[in-house]
């Protein structure tokens, strides 16, 4: 199985500045065929189900305000949230989808400061 | 935009088996290259993926769940189901369907989630 590895646990930043959370997986999740990398992001809230953020590491869900970017390729992956706001505060998963069975991150807890 | 409902009890006794169905609406279960999971997450813990099943019942289970694990599909109903037998304490969890849009691909669409708890 690749294990995903999120850091930090927790994160508590101000409101209006950036965040940063990263992951990072045990074995690569780039398709070299096709160039692509098999990663996601999601933004979970309590009593919701996940919400798609980001797919294929950088690619933003349609709905999804720009201040949410992903970067990396291969094992080490960085979600972005350029200025944070008080509806972000959440648990955010990245989520390998390269091979079965799919894995997730252990999650960050994102705090507002 | 497709929407998922899961539905089954809410309590299970351990060593009995753990039914729930999804229910998918706005879309069809068999619009080619869509796959439907299973997902939980016990509480506190990592998202766990449980499986998948494709509209022509090929299916695809996680290793540490396969002994258990049947997921069928009824396409007339448009529902997919989840049977686990043997379940135990470690089985409580809230438990997600979804879709994804490929062999390998992201989870597009959720369900609301059912939290089960298994106890006598």
């Known amino acids: 199985d690749i294990v995903m590895t999120q850091s930090p646990d927790f994160l508590a930043v101000s409101l209006g500045e950036r965040a940063t959370i990263n992951c990072k997986s045990s074995?690569?999740?780039?398709?070299?065929?096709?160039?692509?990398?098999?990663l996601a992001w999601y933004q979970h809230k309590p009593g919701q189900p996940p919400k798609l953020l980001i797919y294929w590491a950088s690619t933003r869900e349609s709905g999804v305000p720009d201040r949410f970017s992903g970067s990396g390729s291969g094992t080490d992956f960085t979600l972005t949230i350029s200025s944070l706001q008080a509806e972000d505060v959440a648990v955010y998963y990245c989520?390998?989808?390269?091979?079965?069975?799919?894995?997730f991150g252990q999650g960050t807890k994102l705090e507002i400061k | 935009q497709v929407q998922l409902q899961e539905s089954g009890p809410g309590l299970v006794k351990p060593s009995q088996t753990l039914s729930l169905t999804c229910t998918v609406s706005?879309?069809?279960?068999?619009?080619?290259?869509?796959?439907w999971s299973w997902i939980r997450q016990p509480a506190g813990k990592v998202l766990e993926w449980i499986g998948r099943?494709?509209?022509?019942?090929?299916?695809s289970y996680n290793p540490s769940l396969k002994s258990r694990l049947t997921i069928s599909v009824d396409t007339s109903k448009s529902q997919f189901s989840l049977m686990l037998t043997s379940v135990t304490a470690a089985d409580t969890a809230v438990y997600y369907c979804a879709r994804n849009g490929g062999t390998y691909y992201y989870f597009e669409n959720w369900g609301q989630g059912t939290l089960v708890t298994v106890s006598s």
């Open positions: 099943i494709y509209a022509s019942g090929t299916t």
């Open positions: 706005g879309g069809s279960i068999s619009s080619d290259g869509y796959y």
């Open positions: 074995q690569s999740v780039l398709y070299s065929s096709n160039n692509k990398n098999y």
């Open positions: 989520h390998q989808y390269y091979s079965t069975p799919y894995t």
